[in-house]
């Protein structure tokens, strides 16, 4: 079956540090991948996508490389902010009969300090 | 424009009594899933419904959860002689039903406690 995997926090980090959050995934076919933030207080809201091998999905400093020879969608940032505190989440969708179904991996909760 | 709504916000119930949770999506979304937030299981994709059809009903937990959606909008998910295990966040998501990889538009969830 499709899973996702990724990196257990908590991860803290100081404000300007590099951020990496591991993600890694099984699936049929070719996915399409996903980086879910929930801020607190607030719902789940996408952050970056990318649909095929070797895209890159970007945004808010944030980005990710989907790569099919890893099977992974690493998410990066290279100075994160005090407001980057969250709870982050790799997702795929599988297509195909499994279409709109998106499998979440368990969520990385992310500290920033000033 | 207004975002995917979800009621009520909080609930809490007593074992073995029926809720009912409801779904608004954004207007115009033809797509809409339900997804069960808990500690011990993460995000866990429960239902999907295509207009006012479900082509996808296989994580549904028991045959005590049911979800309908009519008029292709609004859409409940009932929850049948509940149990202490069904205690999680239940979320509604919407998107555009165009095909594709489509973004999913959360909702704020709605808070489900069983004593």
């Known amino acids: 079956g499709n899973s996702v995997t990724q990196m257990e926090g908590p991860v803290t980090l100081s404000e300007e540090a590099f951020l990496t959050i591991n993600c890694t995934y099984t699936?049929?076919?070719?996915?399409?991948l996903f980086w879910y933030v929930q801020y607190p207080g607030e719902g789940l809201q996408l952050l970056l996508k990318a649909t095929k091998a070797d895209d890159k999905g970007s945004n808010k400093g944030f980005e990710a490389t989907y790569r099919k020879e890893t099977t992974s969608f690493h998410l990066e940032k290279g100075s994160v902010q005090v407001s980057d505190s969250a709870v982050y989440f790799c997702?795929?969708?599988?297509?195909?009969?499994?279409?709109?179904?998106?499998?979440f991996g368990q969520g990385t909760i992310l500290t920033v300090h000033p | 424009g207004a975002g995917v709504s979800q009621s009520p916000s909080n609930k809490v119930t007593e074992k073995g009594k029926d809720v009912e949770l409801r779904c608004d999506p954004i207007?115009?979304?033809?797509?809409l899933y339900w997804y069960r937030q808990s500690l011990g299981q993460g995000l866990e994709f429960l239902i999907y419904f295509q207009g006012n059809s479900a082509p996808d009903k296989s994580g549904l937990p028991s045959d005590r959860f049911s979800a309908e959606r009519t008029g292709g909008s609004v859409s409940t998910l009932t929850i049948q002689r509940t149990q202490q295990e069904d205690s999680a966040v239940y979320l509604c998501?919407?998107?555009?039903?165009?095909?594709?990889?489509?973004?999913?538009?959360f909702g704020p969830g709605t808070r489900l406690l069983v004593l």
């Open positions: 699936a049929t076919g070719y996915p399409s």
């Open positions: 998501a919407s998107s555009n039903g165009r095909g594709g990889p489509e973004t999913q538009y």
């Open positions: 997702a795929l969708d599988a297509g195909g009969t499994s279409y709109g179904k998106l499998t």
């Open positions: 207007s115009g979304h033809t797509a």
